[in-house]
């Protein structure tokens, strides 16, 4: 919790106002304003929450200015490292990083749960085979509230518990089942001797046909990415799922809503974007072009995978996805790849313009992915998807804190009204 320690003062139609400050773990001082309009009658104005707190927090810490990424402390490069994506997962479930005894058993529940209800595979077949894979994420993850109804119960500690696990489990396997849908292949089921990573892989990529063996190289570099994307802090997606729960509203609902927020293009989206500029630009002599439209105050063009609302410095997720690219293409034999040599050359040369420079705008986490995700052999429909498979995990923790947080209450922000002042009805012969 954080702590309380002197206020500021807000002196204004001269009355002045104490307004508590609260100081946090790391990071910057807040100034509580919740009594504000009791206390002034005035609202604070922040559209984009630029300068807002919305909650407080145990589970991730950004310093955008530094480009660190802490969860539950530990810096993303080392878990990138060290750990593995469920180890990650129970970090930021259960704040600790588990004895093996405790991840072996977190393992296992989560193996346990990784089919869907067979009854779910009628849903998919009522989309048609062109839709995007997030349209059919969306809609599935959102039934699923219609099939789980015994973890539903967002105030029985056991259900959300059940939920949480479930809702881990059963992504990759939707995701898969999305993706084999819309290539006209049949479902691959899950295995349980496999692990997370390499069952999302075979899930996707084997056929009933003839076996299939995992590329343990390509698992790690998927087990990387989904441990790259696990959380956030308040991301515009994470924020949705909050305000979706903060109605009471059950858990596959509320994380349905966040991977509807989350197929933006200026989140996670991103991924699907930035590959697609890069193959616009197709060659590195043709970067200069698409760096001026970039600046271009009239050209609503950005440069995809850059910039970010938080980070003024590297997003540290993109240095380690940098180096994951270059493993999975040299693996793969690629490592001359066009797009790859494109990422690369448009990264040194918009870090050598001033206007990104100056207005701190570097790679972003979307900005290696795709191309590690489209030399696994991922359509760009699906790298949103997988963003949304890895984000889960955070959705759910950051959802479980909220719904425990005894401060809990239904999320309702307030507006700077500019419409038209009260006026009487006209009827429509005297319009
Ligand atoms: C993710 O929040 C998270 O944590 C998100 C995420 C997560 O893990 O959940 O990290 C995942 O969403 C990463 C971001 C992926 N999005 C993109 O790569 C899309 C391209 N980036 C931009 O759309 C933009 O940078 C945002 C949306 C990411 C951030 O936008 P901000 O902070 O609201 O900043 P802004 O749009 O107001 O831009 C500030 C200035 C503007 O110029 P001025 O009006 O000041 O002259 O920088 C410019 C912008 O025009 N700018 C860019 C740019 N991004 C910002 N110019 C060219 N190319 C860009 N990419």
Same mark, same amino acid.
Request: hydrophobic share 40%; glycine share 6%; aromatic share 10%.
């Given at each position: ?18 307004? /508590? ?19 002034? &009658? ?5 559209? &984009? ?37 469920l180890e990650v997962c129970y970090l930021?479930l259960y704040?600790?990083?588990p004895?093996?005894?405790q991840l072996?058993?977190f +393992? ?18 009522? =989309? ?28 029985? /500690? ?34 349980? +001797? ?16 003839? @076996? ?86 009239? @050209? ?26 270059? +493993?999975?293409? @040299?693996?793969?034999?690629?490592? @001359? ?18 206007? =990104? ?63 038209? /002042? ?10």
């Open positions: 919790m954080a702590e309380d320690k002197n206020s500021a003062t807000l002196s204004m139609n001269g009355k002045d106002y104490e307004l /508590p400050i609260k100081s946090p773990t790391l990071g910057p001082d807040v100034i509580d304003i919740r009594k504000l309009y009791g206390q002034a &009658g005035v609202f604070t104005y922040d559209p &984009g929450f630029t300068s807002t707190a919305s909650c407080d927090s145990t589970i991730t810490f950004i310093d955008g200015e530094k480009g660190e990424l802490l969860h539950r402390g530990y810096p993303i490069e080392q878990l990138a490292e060290k750990s593995h994506y930021l704040g600790e990083l004895s093996t005894a072996e058993d +393992e296992s529940r989560v193996t346990k749960h990784t089919m869907l209800h067979e009854q779910l595979h009628f849903l998919f077949r009522g =989309f048609r085979r062109d839709a995007p894979p997030m349209a059919i994420m969306v809609g599935v993850v959102g039934a699923l509230s219609a099939f789980y109804h015994d973890s539903t119960d967002v105030n029985d /500690p056991w259900q959300r518990e059940v939920a949480s696990v479930r809702m881990i489990a059963k992504m990759p396997t939707i995701a898969a089942m999305a993706f084999k849908y819309t290539i006209g292949q049949p479902f691959i089921y899950p295995r349980n +001797e496999l692990d997370y990573a390499s069952n999302f892989l075979r899930m996707c990529f084997a056929v009933p046909s003839e @076996d299939y063996e995992v590329n343990p190289i390509l698992s790690r570099a998927m087990d990387r990415i989904f441990t790259l994307h696990a959380d956030h802090e308040q991301n515009a997606s994470t924020s949705t799922v909050r305000l979706a729960s903060s109605s009471g509203a059950n858990p596959f609902a509320c994380i349905a809503a966040g991977i509807a927020c989350l197929w933006g293009p200026a989140h996670g989206g991103a991924n699907q974007a930035c590959l697609e500029m890069l193959r616009e630009i197709g060659t590195v002599d043709r970067i200069p072009e698409f760096i001026a439209r970039a600046k271009d105050k009239n @050209d609503p063009f950005r440069l995809m995978g850059f910039g970010h609302r938080v980070y003024k410095n590297f997003d540290p997720r993109a240095t380690v996805m940098k180096q994951s690219a270059d +493993e999975v293409l @040299d693996l793969m034999g690629i490592e @001359d790849n066009p797009t790859l040599q494109v990422a690369k050359e448009l990264e040194r040369q918009a870090l050598d313009d001033p206007y =990104f420079a100056d207005k701190k705008l570097f790679p972003n986490v979307d900005f290696y992915s795709g191309i590690i995700l489209e030399a696994m052999g991922f359509p760009t429909s699906m790298f949103t998807a997988i963003f949304a498979v890895s984000r889960t995990v955070g959705w759910i923790s950051q959802w479980k804190e909220m719904i425990a947080d005894p401060q809990l209450k239904i999320g309702r922000p307030r507006q700077l009204y500019v419409g038209a /002042p009260m006026r009487d009805y006209v009827d429509i012969e005297n319009r």
